[in-house]
């Protein structure tokens, strides 16, 4: 069935860096955009950083954009997450998401179909 | 930035009651707004895609309407299982989700 698997999540403190890791399965991984979406302790859903299915572009929320950065490898079926100069506003549970759709040609957005089970992340010293 | 708001933050319904959320975009989206549900302690899921669209195996007493700025998600009759937190999510430009309305049973 069509899953997604993060790891990665600890502890680390504020400054510090940590990489999490979405393995997919039961899909075509390397045609779907994937993301990144965190979740605050009892707040509300933040999307965090988008990649296209080839990894041609990468976007980013401004609240992370110049400290985390997000990639994968087809051949593996895996995404990433870099996290560095972390703060303790970015602990957070840390979701992987599919693209609802294929892409196909021009850039489109869509929904996010498929989700992982989410991975914890805290900063504190 | 497009700014979404959803209302009400919290709301306590009956069992088979018709419950309504609404989600107010802060400009025009036209039809880009999709509806989640998420659980205590599980990850999102998708329920309604382009405002309106079931997403496949959701039950049909979910349905979602709207365009433009204004929206809304209904749950014709509330099933037990139905308690969760609901969010929309514009995806007109970028991606924001709404700040939530929690569904309590009464």
């Known amino acids: 069935q069509v899953q997604l698997v993060e790891s990665g999540g600890g502890v680390v403190q504020p400054g510090g860096s940590l990489r999490l890791s979405c393995a997919a399965s039961g899909f075509t991984f390397s045609s779907y955009g994937m993301h990144w979406v965190r979740q605050a302790p009892g707040k509300g859903l933040e999307w965090v950083a988008f990649i296209r299915y080839d990894g041609s572009n990468k976007y980013y929320a401004d609240s992370v954009k110049g400290r985390f950065t997000i990639s994968r490898d087809n051949s593996k079926n895996t995404l990433y997450l870099q996290m560095n100069s972390l703060r303790a506003e970015d602990t957070a549970v840390y979701y992987c998401a599919k693209d609802r759709k294929a892409a196909a040609g021009k850039l489109q957005l869509y929904a996010f179909d498929i989700w992982g089970q989410g991975t914890m992340v805290t900063v504190s010293s | 930035d497009i700014q979404m708001t959803q209302s009400p933050s919290s709301l306590s319904a009956s069992v088979g009651d018709r419950v309504t959320i609404t989600c107010q975009a802060s400009?025009?989206?036209?039809?880009?707004l999709n509806w989640y549900q998420q659980k205590p302690g599980k990850a999102p899921k998708l329920l309604i895609y382009d405002a309106s669209n079931l997403e496949t195996g959701v039950p049909s007493r979910f349905s979602g309407s709207g365009s433009g700025t204004d929206f809304t998600f209904t749950i014709s009759s509330l099933q037990p299982e139905d308690i969760a937190t609901y969010y929309c999510q514009q995806y007109d430009n970028s991606y924001t989700f709404g700040q939530g309305t929690k569904l309590e049973i009464k």
């Open positions: 400009q025009d989206i036209s039809n880009y």
